[in-house]
């Protein structure tokens, strides 16, 4: 076994994964590596619920702003970046704490994926995008029937790109084991104490000014496919400033959204998963942080 570890905290959005991942990194002189792929923009603080600048400073944060509105993130750029920041962590001999909900990140590096180096063929890209989800999935299912499982069949966007790779000859990506050993902590939050979180959240972000936020971004030249038009809360919001609903429909909607986010995570990362250690943090109690630490420390 290696004598690196690193620590990876996964669940749904609201479970609170944020604060436990400061309070074990204070313990265990730990650094924070982003998993969530809304965090890594700048000025979208508000709305994907960033670590505020008091909790930044309490212990370094890293793979958080690092993008503008305006430019496109890929897990392939995720990984090589994450990978470099893990192995820099590790060599000052402290301990990288892995942090998100965006599932394709957390697995993409636990599992040690290697992607590979198709190319961006925009003419069938045009063309798939015509079809429907299910003409999409006969598709994939021709050039490559062991595709068709692992890849989200409800996202249009990623059964094209997993059509473009196959057609042209690439079935999937390959693994490559990491060189560190690794402990998931999984954080679950019954369902109806979830829920309660979440709405009560998407008042909090109203609170703060998100619609300002949002008003804000709109100002700035953004291209048709930026990131803000599709991140959750932000497309609601937009929709609303455009008159297409008003502000308790849009606000309702973005709780819809995020707790639908929420099945998507589940689909991620499932209980039933003997990678991953899960704790009950429905009441967030002191008992059961200290469970946390017992095993972060027991695997450290």
Same mark, same amino acid.
């Given at each position: 076994?290696?004598? $690196?570890?690193?620590?990876f905290?996964?669940?749904?959005?609201?479970?609170?994964?944020s /604060?436990l991942a400061?309070?074990?990194?204070?313990?265990v002189?730990?650094?924070?590596?982003?998993?969530?792929?809304? @965090?890594?923009?700048?000025?979208?603080?508000?709305?994907?619920?960033?670590?505020?600048? $008091?909790? @930044?400073s309490?212990?370094?944060?890293?793979l958080?702003?690092?993008?503008?509105?305006?430019?496109q993130?890929?897990?392939?750029?995720?990984l090589?970046?994450?990978?470099k920041?893990?192995?820099?962590?590790?060599?000052?001999?402290?301990?990288?704490?892995?942090?998100?909900?965006?599932?394709?990140?957390?697995?993409? *590096?636990?599992?040690?994926?290697?992607?590979?180096?198709?190319?961006?063929?925009?003419?069938?890209?045009?063309?798939?995008?015509?079809?429907?989800?299910?003409?999409?999935c006969?598709?994939?299912?021709?050039?490559?029937?062991?595709?068709?499982?692992p890849?989200?069949r $409800?996202?249009?966007?990623?059964?094209?790109?997993?059509i473009?790779?196959?057609?042209?000859?690439?079935?999937?990506?390959?693994?490559?084991?990491?060189?560190?050993?690794?402990?998931?902590?999984?954080l679950?939050?019954?369902?109806?104490? @979830?829920?309660?979180?979440?709405?009560?959240?998407?008042?909090?972000?109203?609170?703060?000014?998100?619609?300002?936020?949002?008003?804000?971004?709109? /100002?700035?030249? *953004?291209?048709?496919?930026?990131?803000?038009?599709?991140?959750?809360?932000?497309?609601?919001?937009?929709?609303?400033? /455009?008159?297409?609903?008003? @502000?308790?429909?849009?606000?309702?909607r973005?709780?819809?959204?995020?707790?639908?986010?929420?099945?998507?995570q /589940?689909n991620?990362?499932k209980?039933?998963?003997e990678?991953?250690v899960?704790?009950?943090?429905?009441?967030?109690s002191?008992?059961?942080? $200290?469970?946390?630490?017992?095993?972060?420390?027991?695997?450290?």
């Open positions: 076994m290696s004598n $690196k570890k690193v620590l905290i996964v669940g749904p959005t609201a479970a609170g994964k /604060n400061i309070n074990i990194a204070l313990r002189n730990g650094e924070i590596v982003n998993a969530d792929s809304r @965090l890594v923009y700048k000025n979208m603080d508000i709305g994907t619920s960033k670590p505020t600048p $008091k909790q @930044l309490q212990v370094p944060h890293h958080i702003d690092i993008k503008s509105p305006t430019e993130y890929n897990l392939r750029e995720y090589t970046t994450a990978n920041t893990i192995s820099n962590i590790l060599k000052k001999g402290k301990v990288p704490i892995i942090v998100g909900g965006t599932g394709q990140y957390i697995w993409a *590096l636990y599992e040690g994926w290697e992607l590979d180096d198709t190319a961006p063929d925009y003419d069938l890209r045009e063309s798939l995008s015509k079809l429907t989800l299910d003409d999409l006969k598709q994939l299912e021709h050039f490559d029937p062991n595709s068709l499982f890849v989200d $409800k996202n249009k966007r990623r059964i094209i790109r997993a473009e790779k196959a057609k042209h000859g690439s079935v999937g990506d390959k693994k490559s084991l990491p060189t560190w050993d690794a402990l998931i902590i999984g679950h939050v019954e369902r109806p104490t @979830l829920h309660k979180k979440i709405a009560i959240r998407t008042e909090q972000m109203m609170k703060k000014g998100f619609l300002n936020e949002v008003k804000t971004l709109l /100002n700035i030249d *953004l291209p048709s496919n930026a990131p803000v038009f599709t991140c959750i809360g932000y497309k609601e919001l937009i929709a609303f400033i /455009n008159k297409e609903y008003d @502000l308790n429909e849009a606000i309702k973005t709780t819809i959204s995020t707790n639908r986010l929420v099945r998507h /589940n991620w990362f209980q039933e998963d990678r991953i899960w704790f009950n943090y429905s009441n967030n002191i008992e059961t942080q $200290k469970q946390v630490m017992t095993k972060v420390w027991s695997f450290l």
